[in-house]
């Protein structure tokens, strides 16, 4: 169970904090709710069952420790996306709904390595990296303790790398 003050993700919105835990009468029980302010939405609460919270696919953010593994991968050379859009739309669909930060990164690297090579994506591509990337600024930003725009520019920063492709 979650305390207040834990740093969570949620797989749907992203990372955030969890600021209370409220008691909400449902059908004359009394269910207990984590109240979790999203940090990459300045005006979203979420209010998640805390029963239910692994089902939904809640979790501790990341360690600092992991962070490295996401910058290797981010700065590292892409993976061979499948060549129909089809089958590449359901690739990065299935790794960004894992909830998964190295996953997630995959996906941010893979698509912006794309853009480079093709100079566009399709406009679920293009959707698909903005949420990536929300995703992945509002974990990094947990984990280091930075605001967004310092997170976001971390990223960049490792992407910017240029990979050695084999």
Known sequence: ???VGDM????E???GVITGIKKIPVMGNDRRYYRI???????????????????IGLRPAIPPGHLSRVWEVLSGPPDDLPEKKKHRQKWVDERLTTGETV????V???LVWRRKQTERLYAAEEKAL?????????????????????ARSRIQEMLDQDPEIP
């Open 37 to 55: 302010k999203v940090l990459s939405k300045t005006k979203t609460t979420l209010l998640i069952p805390v029963k239910d919270a692994d089902e």
């Open 103 to 106: 996953q997630i990164a995959k």
């Open 130 to 150: 903005k949420r990536g990337m929300r995703l992945l600024t509002g974990e990094v930003g947990t984990v280091l303790g930075v605001d967004l725009t310092t």
């Open 108 to 110: 941010v690297r893979d």
């Open 1 to 3: 169970m979650y305390e």
């Open 13 to 15: 919105s992203g990372a």
């Open 8 to 11: 969570v993700f949620h797989p």
